[in-house]
């Protein structure tokens, strides 16, 4: 595994309520598309981390001159995750 462009780790009160990270899809002619992976603690959930993770991923990518992003897995099932993505 490469390691990644970029990562976040959201933290309060020294517990970890989640992560991101960002890295080149592809190598080569496919280098300007980024894909990025999201963990949220359950106990974190509902407080719309999931979405500031994934706004500010967004904008991280354009900074480090991606100009594409591709979520390569959200399961089925994980209807919180399709709402989110659907709607940024």
């Known amino acids: 595994m490469t390691e990644p462009n970029?990562?976040?780790?959201?933290?309060?009160?020294?517990?970890?309520?989640?992560?991101?990270y960002i890295k080149t899809n592809h190598p080569g002619p496919g280098a300007h598309v980024c894909h990025c992976g999201y963990i949220v603690a359950p106990a974190a959930r509902g407080r719309g981390l999931a979405t500031m993770m994934c706004e500010d991923?967004?904008?991280?990518?354009?900074?480090l001159g991606f100009l594409a992003m591709q979520f390569n897995f959200v399961a089925?099932?994980?209807?919180?995750?399709?709402?989110?993505?659907?709607?940024?």
Do not use: F, H
Request: aromatic residues 6%.
């Open 57 to 63: 991923s967004q904008k991280r990518a354009i900074v």
């Open 6 to 20: 970029a990562t976040l780790v959201a933290e309060s009160d020294r517990q970890v309520l989640g992560s991101y």
């Open 76 to 88: 089925s099932t994980n209807e919180g995750a399709i709402r989110l993505w659907q709607r940024l």
